[in-house]
């Protein structure tokens, strides 16, 4: 399995700007969940995400702590740029 990954700290209200240059899955989990989303297991995640085909995605952190970000084009490769902003709540 093939992805961007970004794991930080984040606060409850957080947005997390994510573009990308080509459609693809954008994930937000805590950790719990990425360890299941990385060995193929039913996992949940937070914030708003899926699959976007308009970008940039923005998800919302539900609780202080820390989340990963993935950025999954589901398997097909491609060589993309892309860009994971946070702007902190105020």
Known sequence: ????????????????????????????????????????KPFDHAGGGGFFKLLPASLIVPWDGFWNVTIDLNGNRATITHSITIVRAT
């Not at 970004?6 to 240059?21: A, F, I, K, P, Q």
């Not at 360890?35 to 193929?40: L, P, S, V």
């Open 1 to 40: 399995m093939e992805f961007l990954h970004n794991r930080e700290h984040l606060r409850r209200g957080d947005t997390v700007v994510v573009d990308c240059s080509h459609q693809s899955n954008i994930v937000m989990t805590d950790d719990v969940n990425f360890q299941k989303y990385k060995n193929r």
